[in-house]
T-cell receptor, first 112, second 110 residues
C-alpha cells in the first residue's frame, strides 16, 4: 500500500521554465492538497481539491495551477518558475476535509 | 487573525525524561486541532485529531490534550526514536483550511 506518491523527488529549474509535479494516492480519498514548506514559515496551502472535479485556492496560489485529473491524481503546475518558488512541496490526501491528512514524501524544488 | 504558535522551538531531552510540547491557537471557532510528526526529509505523519476542550488522545508514549486556547503533546519516557519535529495545525470553524504552526524540533539523547 503506497499511500501518497509524489514525483519527482528532486528538481532544479531555471527561472522561467515550467514543470508539473505529480501526485497520486491509492487510498480512495476524496480530498487532496498541495502545500509548500519553507524554513520558519510552516506548511502553507497552495491549492486543494475537496472532491473529484473541484479545486480551490489556498493561502499562496499565485504562480501555480492545479488539475484534479481523477480521484487518484492531483497535479501542480508551475508555468514560469521564479526563485521565490524554491521550496519543498508536499501533496496530501484525506478521506474528507476535516480528517487527518496522509502526506507524500515531498519534492525538493530549486529555481536558479 | 487566526494564528498557531508552538513552543519551544527546539527541545533536547535525555532518554526517559518526560516533557510537554505546547500549541497555542487563536481562531474564531475551532473545528479541529491536529498533531503530526515529521522526520527529516519526509512528509508529516498524522498522529491525532482533537475536536473539543477536555478531549485527550493517546498513542504509545504520546498523549495529546486540548483546552480552549491550547493543546499539549505530552511525551512520557521518550526514546531516541521519538526524535522528530512535531507539528500542530488547527482548522477554524467555517473553513476547511489548516493553519500550521512552525513546529517543535525534539531531540532525545540516549
Amino acid at each position: 500500500n503506497a499511500g501518497v506518491t509524489q514525483t519527482p523527488k528532486f528538481q532544479v529549474l531555471k527561472t522561467g521554465q515550467s514543470m508539473t509535479l505529480q501526485c497520486a494516492q491509492d487510498m480512495n480519498h476524496n480530498s487532496m492538497y498541495w502545500y509548500r514548506q519553507d524554513p520558519g514559515m510552516g506548511l502553507r496551502l497552495i491549492y486543494y481539491s475537496a472532491s473529484e472535479g473541484t479545486t480551490d485556492k489556498g493561502e499562496v496560489p499565485n504562480g501555480y495551477n492545479v488539475s484534479r485529473l481523477n480521484k487518484r491524481e492531483f497535479s501542480l503546475r508551475l508555468e514560469s518558475a521564479a526563485p521565490s518558488q524554491t521550496s519543498v512541496y508536499f501533496c496530501a490526501s484525506s478521506e474528507a476535509l476535516s480528517y487527518g491528512y496522509t502526506f507524500g514524501s515531498g519534492t525538493r524544488l530549486t529555481v536558479v | 487573525e487566526d494564528q498557531v504558535t508552538q513552543s519551544p522551538e527546539a527541545l533536547r531531552l535525555q532518554e526517559g525524561e518526560s516533557s510537554s510540547l505546547n500549541c497555542s491557537y487563536t481562531v474564531s471557532g475551532l473545528r479541529g486541532l491536529f498533531w503530526y510528526r515529521q522526520d527529516p526529509g519526509k512528509g508529516p505523519e498524522f498522529l491525532f485529531t482533537l475536536y473539543s476542550a477536555g478531549e485527550e488522545k493517546e498513542k504509545e508514549r504520546l498523549k495529546a490534550t486540548l483546552t480552549k486556547k491550547e493543546s499539549f503533546l505530552h511525551i512520557t519516557a521518550p526514546k531516541p526514536e521519538d526524535s522528530a519535529t512535531y507539528l500542530c495545525a488547527v482548522q477554524a470553524s467555517g473553513t476547511y483550511k489548516y493553519i500550521f504552526g512552525t513546529g517543535t524540533r525534539l531531540k532525545v539523547l540516549a
